[in-house]
């Protein structure tokens, strides 16, 4: 189906909700019933039903001359001005007055209710007002009637079925729990606080500790996720210490010593060491100067005995260096 053609089946379901918003279809049966022979009063029916018919006619005409934009108005209007109607209507009912407001503080003190009742309270509703048998008549033109219903009936269902702890007798606060799992209701204020103050708490513990051990989770894969970049950063270290090593020792090996072509692995290191630690010292500057145990500790790492690494390093170090706090 094309984009033109949702578009237009768009426009038509708009029109026909608006035309059967004026129309009234008790009449026009009622018309549809009339005898050959009329009375005078059936006459002025079959007259009114005419006069509607072509009224329609004329209204739905009207409303496919609009724009796309301007019947869409049209429509959101007739919806605001319905749902302003349902809300008047719905606070006549004698269940949505003030005096049908649930005494929580009564109820609360209660060691247990029945469904009814405890429906009945998560709608914030006094359960003596509001309960299976009175409620019934009002469930086709209130909401919260049919609300009611809805969750006694799925209360039932989920009893019966035990897929949800619930009992007979579950006490009333893991009842409200439920209820509120069922998100078809938010649990009154008025009513936590005063079975809090009973010490009946409705924080329910299953769906913190679910929400914890999944935030738990994250934490850890990203935990995980560092400390393997961590080892490979430590990798990379290694291995660019090991290139500098190489470049050191290949540094020191292009001149010749005092001692001509003579070498050994631990001269190789004295060397090494050598370009490591005193090639950039500044005499004037004692700060840019190794401590011995620096150059000692760098030796041992590279596998040289104590006492060799120990000697390498004073001998390395020049005579007229002031002793401190750096030797």
């Known amino acids: 189906m094309s984009d033109s053609d949702d578009t237009q089946s768009d426009r038509s379901h708009a029109i026909s909700f608006l035309v059967n918003l ?32 072509i009224s329609l006619a004329e209204y739905g005409a009207e409303l496919k001359s609009l724009s796309d934009e301007e019947l869409s108005a049209k429509v959101r209007e007739a919806k605001e001005l319905i749902e302003k109607r349902r809300i008047a209507e719905e606070a006549k009912f004698h269940f949505n007055q003030a005096g049908a407001l649930a005494d929580v503080s009564y109820w609360s003190v209660w060691p247990d209710w029945s469904i009814d009742e405890r429906i009945a ?29 809805d969750l006694v009936t799925l209360a039932e269902h989920t009893r019966r079925a035990g897929s949800s702890g619930l009992k007979v007798r579950t006490p009333p606060g893991e009842f409200l729990r439920w209820v509120e799992r069922t998100k078809l209701v938010t649990i009154p204020h008025r009513l936590v606080a005063a079975l809090e103050e009973r010490g009946i708490q409705l924080t329910d513990w299953k769906d913190v500790a679910d929400s914890q051990g999944a935030t ?112």
């Open 121 to 149: 309270l998560a709608l914030d509703r006094d359960p003596r007002v509001v309960n299976s048998k009175m409620i019934q008549p009002y469930i086709n033109v209130s909401q919260v009637a049919k609300l009611f219903c």
């Open 216 to 327: 738990l989770s994250q934490c850890m894969a990203t935990i995980d996720q560092l400390a393997e970049t961590i080892n490979s950063q430590k990798a990379a270290i290694k291995t660019l210490n090991e290139e500098r090593d190489k470049l050191v020792l290949q540094a020191s090996s292009s001149g010749p010593w005092p001692w001509g072509n003579h070498e050994t692995p631990l001269l190789k290191q004295l060397v090494a060491a050598a370009e490591k630690f005193w090639r950039l010292y500044d005499p004037s500057d004692p700060s840019t100067a190794p401590t011995n145990t620096q150059v000692k500790s760098w030796l041992l790492e590279r596998n040289v005995p104590d006492r060799v690494a120990e000697v390498f390093a004073q001998a390395l170090r020049p005579p007229d260096l002031p002793p401190g706090p750096r030797r």
């Open 22 to 53: 004026r129309d009234d279809p008790r009449l026009r049966a009622k018309a549809l019933c009339l005898p050959n022979r009329l009375t005078a009063e059936q006459a002025a029916t079959k007259e009114r039903a005419i006069k509607l018919g």
